[in-house]
């Protein structure tokens, strides 16, 4: 499985985004997929996953009521709608699948990653 995050840019606070992760080279309907960030100088965190049928969703608390997190599974696609943005919300986004149809992932059980796609935001 590959896959490539895009929607990443310079936002100012308070404005929006929206992330998409493409998946490629196999069908992912059947995993849990998610996004983490990792920001200058920090660890990579979690930030949001869904299930296999986007029947379930998680947030880390610092983006619930901000962030929201979807999938189309026709397309092969997830997506994170990201609003209301905040400076600390600046990191490089990455994407990520688990082979499982459960919505827990942390980054010690993601199976795939894809290169991250850098979000700004300034104040």
């Known amino acids: 499985v590959q896959l490539q995050a895009s929607g990443g840019g310079l936002v100012q606070a308070g404005g929006y985004l929206r992330l998409s992760c493409a998946a490629s080279?196999?069908?992912?309907?059947?995993?849990?997929m998610g996004w983490f960030r990792q920001a200058p100088g920090k660890e990579r965190e979690f930030v949001a996953s869904?299930?296999?049928?986007?029947?379930?969703?998680s947030y880390a608390d610092s983006v619930k009521e901000r962030f929201t997190i979807s999938r189309d599974n026709a397309k092969n696609t997830m997506y994170l709608q990201m609003n209301s943005l905040r400076p600390e919300d600046t990191a490089v986004y990455y994407c990520?699948?688990?082979?499982?149809?459960?919505?827990?992932?942390?980054?010690?059980?993601?199976?795939?990653w894809g290169p991250g796609t850098k979000v700004t935001v300034s104040s």
């Open positions: 080279g196999r069908t992912v309907k059947n995993y849990a």
């Open positions: 869904i299930s296999w049928n986007g029947g379930g969703t």
């Open positions: 990520a699948a688990r082979m499982t149809r459960l919505v827990v992932m942390t980054d010690r059980n993601v199976d795939y």
